[in-house]
């Protein structure tokens, strides 16, 4: 028996969900939950408009067709569903294929500056994984322009009333209440496992309190910081995630791990030059000659190896990111054909990307905001030079698991409570925090795609989900929160004191450097059993000096190493999930390569990947669990939905391989108009 | 898989002159401290402060609580890592250690001074996020329902508009303009530019009017004193002085006969 009132408890106070989390996914989900009239408590770690988000370059996917291509959402799905090696779930990535079109015309009315053709209409580029002109793009920070879009409109709610039934206004409360600059500690559950709100810490003033929400959606971003340096923004911890991992919600393909083919070489990030380049018509290649020490603008064409087209010549450089990055490593570790180095006399690690074929004014207007960021951070032009790259820890295919309902079309079911809903009742998940839209690979430009997607879903299936509850979060005893809060806050207690003054106390930076360096090195590109059992045993080793860490901060106040300390904690019951997960698959898949085990494996391995937490230093892979969703018991398994595209073998090598339904639609792009400039 | 020889020291030590202040309610607590560490390839303001985390120890020795500052991307897009490096304001993970002080100088570090201050190089902005809601800096959707594209806009407005719309609210431009500080109701140049972004758009424009009546009062256009500071400190080289110039033209011209129109 649902409550009375969606918008008052029983005992009248206004009842809430709560986002945590303000990029894409979760701005998203906050715009379409005040649409179907719910208010929020919005909580994020940063403001809003700063939130990773931001950091997306190339675009997001529309199978709109204005280029006469022939293209349409069944193929967009197909490229997906084998870009991904066929480990997602397909009804998802249909109703986000066929979503995408009403996406970007979305954003477009919101103001988003996207490019444009001739006739006004809105311009698409290629991406990787596909033939298909499909991407939509602002410049070259087009994930800068769709963040700034959803947080704009999400400001408009920020003023707008909390109306009751009967259309008044109730006076102070307003749609969207922001907190940010605020951590997300821990779920608050009731006394049947339902989330009934949340704990966070403002990261100011250091207090910590309870928020109340009939659910509480997880729209927390990527796990790139466990691996030291990566594309990520260093707020990409994971840390909520695994905190609500071990409050017991199940974290699904935690070891697919994209590593993108193209990023600058830094000490402290490894920042991202998108796809969008080779979109654009870049060039990966090395010198023929591995010592060849001239500059690069003096090496004749046919003394070049352009890698990718000569590999895979039905797609170039526009391979999907885990093959681009595994030739580009392939050619600069096992071959050691990296750019040469006359100072230090070696081979770097180093391949050249390269645009200086291209007109400069036709970069300006499409690549002006990434080809800044090589000019000031790489301090050359690349306007006129080859940019220098290597591969770089991206994002992360694997997240939290959540659940979908199919329809009769074997699209989403809409507003189906089951859609985004964790396993935990009451608690969801959106965006690269979760795991459901991108198999074992994701291709470029589906990520913005899939975090405006999943929000738009959410959203319904969050409102139908609170209309199901008998009791309001916020009718509950205030023990049950006061609680969670107590303990949350003698955690707290303990990070500041453990070790003060103690010999040989630990200092989590340099802890996490090691936990980064190592993670880096051994879980990415190529994995190997034996080196990833040494990774779970230092895993092991790092969980006990952990507890060794000293806090190197005592202040009450803006106390960052205190939240550093707590984040590394989360990061390593993550980086175990990781590691153990690709020990496990003994198959090669997408971003998961085994050289030991080169071939994909359906029959073993095509299946999710379920990690439960058992207790810290223990994670339990299970086939299949139960769990309840707005009172329906429902029965899950690791069986990946493949109902809609055939699995099949992936060939790169051919054009047009990825989808049946393009075959015969498009031209394979010809070599020399590859080479020609606009 | 990493190029590891990028976190390799050289022996060059890189010298911070940091301002740090354990609270506002705390000003007996501003001092200077002074920080050596080790130099890296390519290293900019943040390696040099998370080199400081690893082994906050001033240089007279002293262990001291590591320093605090505000940072995301890490690539001069989110806007967050914005402080005054040198006398000049600038985000700290492009001001890289090799142009700065590329023989071993000092470097000095200071949070901006336009806002209240949180915690050493911390500072709380929260004054430019409400001052978007009072320019109504958006455009005013029907719903995110599916109601087709927006308008047709020509490659050259869209190449005017998308530079306009990169301002990521980093505070540059209000921390050097002499017309905005605490006693002032300024909206400050990036709002400005806002107005102009939002009333260029064919939807927008729709309620031009409404956006151009948010700044025709005090903290409104023609509060600006025309430093021109403004546009010297942008780090997305956005053209401030030009749009508050075009604001200042349609406010005029809404003051001059807006009320032919009631």
């Known amino acids: 028996m649902a409550a009375k009132s969606t918008i008052r408890s029983e005992g009248g106070k206004v009842r809430r969900v709560i986002v945590v989390g303000g990029g894409l996914a979760g701005l998203m989900t906050v715009i379409k939950l005040c649409e179907a009239k719910v208010p929020v408590d919005l909580i994020s770690l940063v403001p809003v408009k700063r939130s990773h988000s931001v950091c997306a370059q190339g675009g997001i996917n529309a199978s709109v067709n204005t280029k006469g291509e022939g293209d349409s959402p069944q193929i967009h799905l197909e490229e997906t569903a084998y870009g991904g090696d066929f480990l997602a779930n397909q009804p998802p990535v249909k109703g986000m294929a066929e979503a995408a079109p009403g996406i970007v015309f979305m954003l477009d009315r919101m103001g988003v500056p996207f490019n444009r053709t001739p006739e006004g209409l809105l311009d698409f580029r290629r991406f990787g994984g596909t033939l298909f002109h499909r991407t939509a793009f602002a410049g070259a920070t087009t994930g800068q322009q769709l963040l700034y879009a959803l947080d704009e409109q999400v400001r408009r709610y920020e003023i707008a009333d909390v109306v009751d039934e009967h259309g008044v206004s109730i006076p102070g409360e307003k749609m969207v209440r922001k907190f940010e600059f605020w951590d997300f500690l821990q779920t608050v559950l009731d006394d049947n496992g339902t989330c009934v709100g949340c704990v966070a810490q403002d990261l100011k003033t250091m207090q910590i309190k309870y928020f109340q929400g009939d659910a509480v959606v997880l729209a927390t971003g990527g796990c790139g910081i466990i691996f030291g340096r990566s594309t990520m923004s260093v707020i990409c911890t994971g840390t909520a995630a695994s905190s609500v991992y071990q409050q017991g919600a199940v974290y699904a393909n935690g070891e697919f791990i994209q590593v993108h083919p193209t990023a600058i070489p830094g000490a402290d990030k490894l920042r991202l030059i998108s796809e969008s380049a080779r979109g654009e018509g870049g060039r990966v290649w090395v010198p023929k000659d591995a010592k060849d020490q001239r500059n690069p603008k003096e090496i004749p064409e046919k003394e070049r190896d352009y890698i990718l087209e000569r590999m895979y010549p039905g797609y170039g450089n526009l391979v999907p990111r885990d093959i681009a990055s595994r030739a580009i490593f392939k050619t600069c570790f096992h071959e050691k054909r990296g750019v040469f180095n006359p100072k230090t006399g070696r081979n770097e690690n180093e391949v050249y990307l390269d645009l200086t074929h291209k007109d400069e004014k036709f970069l300006r207007s499409k690549l002006a905001g990434i080809l800044e960021i090589y000019e000031k951070f790489a301090g050359t032009d690349p306007y006129h030079n080859p940019m220098k790259v290597f591969p770089a820890v991206h994002y992360s295919m694997g997240g939290l698991w959540v659940d979908f309902e199919k329809d009769a079309r074997g699209s989403l079911k809409t507003g189906s409570p089951r859609n985004h809903a964790t396993n935990i009742p009451g608690l969801y998940a959106v965006g690269e925090a979760e795991y459901q839209y991108h198999g074992a690979n994701r291709l470029g430009a589906n990520s913005l795609l899939s975090c405006i997607y999943a929000g738009m879903v959410a959203g319904p299936s969050v409102a139908s989900y609170q209309k199901s509850i008998a009791k309001s979060a916020f009718d509950l005893p205030k023990s049950t929160f006061e609680k969670a809060e107590k303990r949350c806050q003698e955690d707290y207690e303990r990070i500041l004191k453990q070790n003060q003054g103690a010999s040989g106390a630990e200092n989590p930076y340099k802890l996490h450097q090691e936990l980064g360096d190592m993670m880096l090195r051994d879980v990415t590109i190529e994995r190997d059993n034996a080196t990833l059992e040494g990774v779970l045993t230092k895993i092991s080793e790092l969980d006990e000096r952990v507890k060794k860490v000293a806090c190197p901060d005592g202040s009450q106040r803006a106390n960052q190493g205190a939240q550093f300390v707590r984040h590394l904690e989360n990061m390593l019951v993550l980086a175990r999930v990781i590691a153990q997960g690709a020990k496990n698959r003994d198959e090669s898949r997408g971003a998961h390569y085994k050289p030991a085990f080169p071939k994909r494996n359906d029959a073993d391995w095509m299946r999710t990947t379920l990690a439960k937490h058992e207790q810290k230093g223990a994670v339990k892979y299970v086939r299949e669990f139960d769990y309840t969703c707005a009172g329906q018991s429902v029965h899950v398994t690791d069986a990946v939905d493949a109902s809609l595209v055939a699995p099949r073998e992936r060939k790169y090598e051919q054009a047009g391989a990825a989808s049946a339904a393009a075959t015969g639609k498009i031209q394979q792009p010809a070599a020399s108009e590859q080479q020609k400039s606009v | ?262």
């Open chain 2, 1 to 262: 898989m990493a190029n590891s020889d990028t976190t390799k020291g050289t022996g060059r030590l890189v010298h911070l002159r940091v301002k740090r202040q354990d609270s506002p309610d705390l000003p007996e607590t501003r001092r200077w401290e002074e920080f050596k560490v080790p130099y890296l390839p390519q290293m900019n303001i943040i390696s040099a402060l998370q080199q400081v985390q690893k082994e906050p120890r001033t240089v007279d020795g002293k262990d001291v609580a590591p320093v605090v500052w505000e940072s995301s991307c890490l690539e001069e897009v989110c806007g967050a890592c914005t402080m005054v490096i040198n006398g000049r304001v600038r985000q700290a993970c492009s001001a890289l250690v090799d142009q700065i002080a590329p023989n071993g100088e000092v470097i000095q570090v200071e949070p901006m001074t336009k806002f209240p201050l949180v915690r050493d190089l911390i500072v709380d902005r929260e004054r430019m996020f409400q001052d978007m809601k009072k320019v109504k800096a958006w455009i005013d959707i029907d719903g995110t329902h599916e109601l087709g594209p927006g308008p047709r806009e020509s490659p050259e407005a869209q190449q005017e508009r998308y530079p306009l719309s990169r301002c990521m609210t980093c505070g540059c431009c209000v921390e050097a303009c002499p017309q905005y500080n605490d006693s002032t109701q300024f909206v400050g140049p990036f709002a400005l530019n806002l107005v102009r972004l939002f009333n260029m758009h064919p939807s927008g424009a729709l309620h031009k009017n409404a956006r151009l009546e948010t700044v025709m009062g005090e903290g409104g256009v023609q509060d600006c004193g025309k430093s021109q500071n403004c546009v010297e400190v942008c780090p997305k080289e956005i053209p401030l002085v030009d749009s508050i110039a075009q604001v200042s033209r349609d406010a005029t011209k809404r003051l001059l006969f807006g009320w032919l129109l009631k």
